[in-house]
């Protein structure tokens, strides 16, 4: 009878505990189970991370389209990558930008592939007019970006606005001077023809421009507003001045609708060229 007791006696006090550890254990087994969680996900995360930056991901070779005037070996080096070096070390973006450094270049655009290539696109400028700058020549783009300096006009029409002296001048920048905008949309209002080598256009202070055939015929342009009209016979007048062999000191195009020649006293034209 007293074993009895005493069994009958201890199995509440083990079924007690049981039930009262019960409850306590479930908090610590669900953060133990939330740290696992947390450390198998940041695990995933850090080698997800780290992947591209391993000995399989890294770049094969660099492939640039849209090069003519600027060499593929001079866009590969201003993107200073070499092979063997991790896909992801440098952005997309960022090589943009160091190809776009290039004074030639106007745009980029930059694609990388997992395997190791990176394909560049690039497209170049276009040349439009030179600029006399102390002595040398500033190739310029429509938007009057300095693409270059070269000694000679390298075949384009010549550009000077008569202004202020440039106080400096900058590669892959735009010339500093409020005058080559309008300059460079004047030249692009007159007829093709005129817009070849050997041709000077002169923007004077007060607004006015003139324009120097290669081979020394002055036109007086005037303003540039109604340029188009005024000039659209011009190629045709100076093919009737050239084959009749007339020697004019300039044309004068500057009011609407009429044309004025000024015979020159010798030679084929007094016009001069910057």
């Known amino acids: 009878m007293a074993a009895t007791n005493a069994a009958a006696l201890a199995a509440p006090s083990t079924r007690s505990a049981a039930s009262a550890d019960g409850p306590a254990l479930r908090p610590r087994l669900s953060a133990l189970l939330l740290l696992c969680r947390f450390g198998t996900i940041a695990a995933l995360l850090l080698a997800a991370a780290s992947f591209p930056q391993s000995s399989f991901f890294t770049i094969r070779d660099v492939t640039v389209r849209g090069a003519n005037a600027v060499s593929s070996a ?23 930008r160091r190809v776009a450094s290039h ?12 395997s190791g290539h990176v394909h560049i696109q690039i497209t170049e400028r276009t040349a439009v007019a030179a600029l006399p700058f102390r002595g040398r020549y500033i190739v ?20 000077a606005p008569q202004s202020v002296p440039l106080p400096w001048m900058r590669l892959g920048v735009a010339v500093p001077s409020a ?28 607004g006015d421009f003139d324009m120097v055939t290669a081979d020394r015929i002055t036109i007086r342009l005037g303003r540039p507003y109604g340029l188009r009209e005024r000039t659209a016979a011009l190629p045709q007048i100076l093919s009737t001045i050239r084959s009749r ?10 009011f609407s609708g009429s044309v004025v020649l000024k015979p020159a006293g010798t030679g084929q034209g007094a016009g001069t060229q910057p």
């Open 74 to 96: 001079e866009v590969v080096a201003l993107t200073r990558l070499r092979p063997g070096d991790p896909v992801g070390a440098v952005p997309p973006d960022e090589l943009a």
């Open 245 to 254: 062999g007339i020697a004019v000191e300039y044309v004068d195009l500057r």
């Open 103 to 114: 004074p030639r270049v106007r745009s980029v655009a930059v694609r990388i592939t997992p």
């Open 140 to 159: 310029i783009d429509p938007d009057g970006i300095a693409m270059a300096e070269r000694d000679d006009p390298a075949g384009l029409p010549v550009i």
């Open 179 to 206: 005058a080559i905008p309008e300059t460079i949309r004047v030249l692009a209002d007159l007829p093709p023809e005129l817009r070849a080598g050997g041709v000077a256009l002169q923007r004077f202070p007060a």
